[in-house]
Each structure stands twice: as structure tokens, then as C-alpha cells.
């Protein structure tokens, strides 16, 4: 008996789901992850506000690591190139998902990228998802960490006005460190915030204007990379989980 | 606004499930939010109401139940208040979180002949 409009319709039937309303996404995200396990790189979920410093502490980190680590990069952005131009300018082999106006990335839009992007064997992959503190963290990429930028000219209340996006993140990056001799900014504060929404809490302060901290970061990377003998012989890599696809994939 | 995104997301479930039981008219979506899911339950409602028209879900009724954080300690079970630093205050480990991050479609009610 239908009892909202009281039509006596007796055929109403409740159809248990009990499943997560993002269940195609998790699916695109699982079929991601094992793109990434598959080439034996490591995939990086990045995020924060706009202007937070994504891409200058990428910037940074091609210049502490060139020679030594051979990175990628995809960026959302809404309707620039000007990210990946930066970051291939800085060493890093990059392309843009150009969003229109979403406002996060969603695993189909990664899955995309990654089947066109012009390097199959990269070390690290980091995706630049939109300047956003709220839903990027909502939807799962296939990555095998999230790391949160937060700069110092955010203020320190931002992890509890913003506790989704801090407690999925597995490392935030506390970036412009260099300005806080000309703030009020109190580092005890935000690593207060933190402990009271992100479970293990774990922040690395960096400046990719000076550099400080780019070490740091660069070894908390090199600590969650797969051991090379996990790491398959390239060529059959991206066909191992045998899926179709509307082009082909010619060795590129 | 994400929120736009997932009503979409879960105007598509609805029509598989409907397809897949030879459903028609739905007239209620039961779904359970948790309120750290980063999901606004008020910008999910406004988004259904313009979303839903001209779809299955057309004239449907959204019943949200919204689901308090709760953490606790994973080795030790030990609840912690809300607000607390999220480490256990016994045995150090860091907190897990038990419900609250919920974006779940639980039960469609629709007028459907085999189920
Ligand atoms: N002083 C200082 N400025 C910085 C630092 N990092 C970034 N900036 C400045 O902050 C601004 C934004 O930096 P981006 O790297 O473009 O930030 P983003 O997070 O990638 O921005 P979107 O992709 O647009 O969201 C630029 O003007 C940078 O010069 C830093 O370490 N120190
Ligand atoms: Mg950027
Ligand atoms: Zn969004
Ligand atoms: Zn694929
Ligand atoms: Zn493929
Ligand atoms: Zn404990």
C-alpha cells in the first residue's frame, strides 16, 4: 500500500540496495588502481583550496628529484592548460583534464586521461585534482594516497570548517612556509586541528619557493612506492586486467 | 556543487533497478547520508527536486536518514567523544571511524509487478 499519495496502489514493493550511491565510481577507481599497480606507479591523489600551491610544490619537487625519479602528471582543471604547461615545463610529463564546470575529478575523467597519457613508465603519477576543500575528497581516484596541500595563508581553523577533505587525507603538505615569519600564524594550532579530524595525523612543512621540506616529502614518497619486484615487465602491464575499450592502444 | 553529480549517479541506479525488476512509477528513495560524507543533505534534496523530473524518479519522495560520526579505537573498541584528538586515550593507536561518511541508497519503493 502506497501510504505518500494515498493512491491504494497495492503493487508498491521496497527493492533492498543497501549500496553506496558511488558504487560505479568505486568500480572506475578499483579498475584505475590496478592500471597504476599494473605499470608499478605510484598514484597520488592531490588536493586543496585553489591557489594552495598544487603545482609549485609539483614544480619543486620535479627540481629535487630530476635525475632521480621519473614523474607524471594529470590536472584538472575548468578551462586552462596552463598547469600541466608549468609542470612540463618543469620536467614533469603532464596533461590536462579540463573539467568544464565540475568540480572535482571522478575516476571516468582519470581513467581517460590515463589512457591517453603520452608515458607508460613514470615512477610517480600525481593527479592535480580542482582547487576544492569539499568534494575531491568524495570521490576515489584509483590513487594509493591522498595528500592535502594547506597553506599558510589559509588560516588554522581550515581541517575543522573542512574535516571531510582532512580525514581522508593520508599526509598534509602545510605549503608557503617561507611567509610565515610575516603572519600570525600558529603551527601549533593547525597540528591541533588536525589530531582532532585525521586519525594518524602526519604533516610535512614545505616552501616550494625555498625548498624547505621538499626532502622530506620527497622520501615520505619514496617510503610508499611498490618494491620493484612488484613491479611487472612494463610491456604487458596495461592489458593485464584484459578490458575493453571504444580505441585502441597502440605502444606509444 | 557535487551534490548535482550524485543525484545523478543515483538517478541512474534507480533506472537499472527498475529496468532489472520491471518497475515504474517510484515513490520513495530511502538513503542514508553520514554527516562527515562531505554530502549536504539540503543541497541533495534541492538537486533531487530538479534532477528528478521527466525521470523515473518523477514525483518520488526522498527519505534521508542522516548518520552521526562515531570513532572508536580499532584494537582496544574504545569510543571517543566527539571533538577529541583521534587516538585512543588507552593505548595510543589512532582512531578509526565507525559511521558517519554513509552515502548510501538503502531501498527504492516503486511500483513493480516481480520482485
Ligand atoms: N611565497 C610563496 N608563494 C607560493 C609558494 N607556492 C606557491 N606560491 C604562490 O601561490 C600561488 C598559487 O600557486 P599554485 O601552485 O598555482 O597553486 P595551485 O594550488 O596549483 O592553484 P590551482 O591549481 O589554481 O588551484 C602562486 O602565485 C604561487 O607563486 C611558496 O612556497 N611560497
Ligand atoms: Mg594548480
Ligand atoms: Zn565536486
Ligand atoms: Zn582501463
Ligand atoms: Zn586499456
Ligand atoms: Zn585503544
Known amino acids: 500500500m502506497c501510504e505518500t499519495c494515498g493512491c491504494g496502489d497495492p503493487e508498491i514493493v521496497p527493492i533492498e540496495v543497501q549500496e553506496r550511491i558511488l558504487s560505479d565510481n568505486d568500480a572506475q577507481a578499483g579498475h584505475n588502481r590496478s592500471h597504476f599497480e599494473g605499470l608499478g606507479v605510484l598514484a597520488i591523489n592531490l588536493m586543496g583550496s585553489p591557489g594552495a600551491g598544487k603545482t609549485a610544490v609539483l614544480e619543486a619537487t620535479a627540481k629535487a628529484a630530476a635525475g632521480r625519479l621519473k614523474l607524471g602528471a594529470v590536472s584538472g582543471d575548468l578551462a586552462t592548460e596552463r598547469d600541466a604547461d608549468r609542470l612540463n615545463a618543469a620536467g614533469i610529463v603532464s596533461s590536462t583534464i579540463t573539467t568544464g564546470s565540475a568540480c572535482h575529478l571522478d575516476a571516468r575523467l582519470v581513467h581517460h586521461a590515463l589512457h591517453h597519457f603520452p608515458s607508460n613508465d613514470r615512477d610517480i603519477f600525481f593527479i592535480e585534482n580542482v582547487g576544492n576543500l569539499v568534494c575531491p575528497a568524495i570521490y576515489d581516484l584509483g590513487q594509493a594516497a591522498n595528500v592535502v596541500t594547506l597553506s599558510v595563508t589559509e588560516g588554522e581553523d581550515k581541517p575543522l570548517k573542512y574535516p571531510v577533505m582532512f580525514q581522508k587525507a593520508d599526509l598534509v603538505l602545510l605549503t608557503k612556509t617561507d611567509l610565515i615569519p610575516h603572519l600570525d600564524f600558529d603551527v601549533g594550532a593547525v597540528e591541533d586541528a588536525l589530531a582532532r579530524v585525521m586519525p594518524g595525523a602526519r604533516m610535512l612543512k614545505v616552501s616550494a619557493r625555498t625548498g624547505d621540506g621538499i626532502d622530506a616529502w620527497l622520501h615520505w614518497l619514496q617510503e610508499r612506492r611498490p618494491e620493484p619486484a612488484e613491479r611487472p615487465p612494463k610491456a604487458h602491464a596495461h592489458h593485464g586486467h584484459g578490458h575493453q575499450h571504444g580505441h585502441s592502444h597502440e605502444q606509444r | ?115
Open chain 2, 1 to 115: 556543487m557535487h551534490e548535482y553529480s550524485i543525484v545523478a549517479s543515483l538517478i541512474d541506479r534507480v533506472q537499472h533497478e527498475a529496468a532489472v525488476h520491471g518497475g515504474s512509477r517510484v515513490h520513495r528513495l530511502h538513503l542514508k547520508i553520514g554527516e562527515l560524507s562531505g554530502v549536504e543533505v539540503d543541497l541533495l534534496k534541492t538537486a533531487f527536486d530538479t534532477f528528478r523530473e521527466r525521470t523515473i524518479c518523477d514525483g518520488a519522495e526522498l527519505a534521508i536518514d542522516t548518520v552521526a560520526p562515531a570513532w572508536a579505537c580499532p584494537a582496544c573498541n574504545q569510543c571517543l567523544a566527539a571533538g577529541a584528538v583521534l587516538r585512543c586515550s588507552t593505548c595510543g593507536r589512532p582512531a578509526r571511524m565507525v559511521q558517519g561518511d554513509e552515502i548510501i541508497l538503502e531501498r527504492i519503493e516503486m511500483e513493480a509487478p516481480d520482485v
